[in-house]
T-cell receptor, first 113, second 111 residues
Framework: NAGVMQNPRHLVRRRGQEARLRCSPM?????VYWYRQLPEEGLKFMVY????????ESGMPKERFSAEFPKEGPSILRIQQVVRGDSAAYFC???????????FGPGTRLTVT | GQNIDQPTEMTATEGAIVQINCTYQ??????LFWYQQHAGEAPTFLSY????GLEEKGRFSSFLSRSKGYSYLLLKELQMKDSASYLC????????????FGDGTTLTVKP
């Protein structure tokens, strides 16, 4: 957890609202990954980004979900029109280019009511 | 595709040694991670193996055999605080490619 920042830590949204989750990678890391963890389940890969590029979004639902990592600022995971099934912990991780380590942020717990 | 298998649960005694196994089937293998995750918290990076052999870090060691698609995490001198879920994750493709996680092994350390 060395230095990866996520906010907010907890987010409550009503069905149909939008959720925006932010992630700032560890200093010196240029690669960001988003994972989702449902209660009592394992971590599932969603998307992998570098600055201004989506490298792999094979784990991202095709609708309502999008991610970006702009040249300036944090990476954003955006969920439109949230549903109860989106309630989960969303973790961001970052790594250096060689990928030999990957550190996780504290996560955002999303609750959809 | 990828298939990552770990035992669901293990129990061990404080002060003992425990070995948590992970087997995988994947194309384009490019490294294996082990993480520790306490309930309600984020995963903590423990180790990374890309070459065959044993990597030792204090009380924790990790082993990899690429030809067998097999890794293990060895925890020595177990402490109560080691009770947690241990996640095996396989990286494939490019150096910083995505990781696919196993479902984790819940370790309970008893006095």
């Amino acid at each position: 957890n060395a230095g990866v920042m996520q906010n907010p830590r907890h987010l409550v949204r009503r069905r149909g609202q939008e959720a925006r989750l932010r992630c700032s990678p560890m200093k010196g890391h240029s690669h960001v990954y988003w994972y989702r963890q449902l209660p009592e389940e394992g971590l599932k890969f969603m998307v992998y980004l570098q600055k201004e590029n989506i490298i792999d979004e094979s784990g991202m639902p095709k609708e309502r979900f999008s991610a970006e990592f702009p040249k300036e600022g944090p990476s954003i995971l955006r969920i439109q029109q949230v549903v109860r099934g989106d309630s989960a912990a969303y973790f961001c991780a970052s790594s250096p280019p060689d990928g030999t380590e990957q550190y996780f942020g504290p996560g955002t717990r999303l609750t959809v009511t | 595709g990828q298939n990552i298998d770990q035992p669901t649960e293990m129990t061990a005694t404080e002060g003992a040694i425990v070995q948590i196994n992970c087997t995988y089937q994947t194309s384009g293998f490019n490294g294996l991670f082990w993480y520790q995750q306490h309930a309600g918290e984020a995963p903590t990076f423990l180790s990374y193996n890309v070459l065959d052999g044993l990597e030792e870090k204090g009380r924790f060691s990790s082993f990899l055999s690429r030809s067998k698609g097999y890794s293990y995490l060895l925890l020595k001198e177990l402490q109560m605080k080691d009770s947690a879920s241990y996640l095996c994750a396989v990286k494939r493709g490019t150096n910083a490619g995505k990781s696919t996680f196993g479902d984790g092994t819940t370790l309970t350390v008893k006095p």
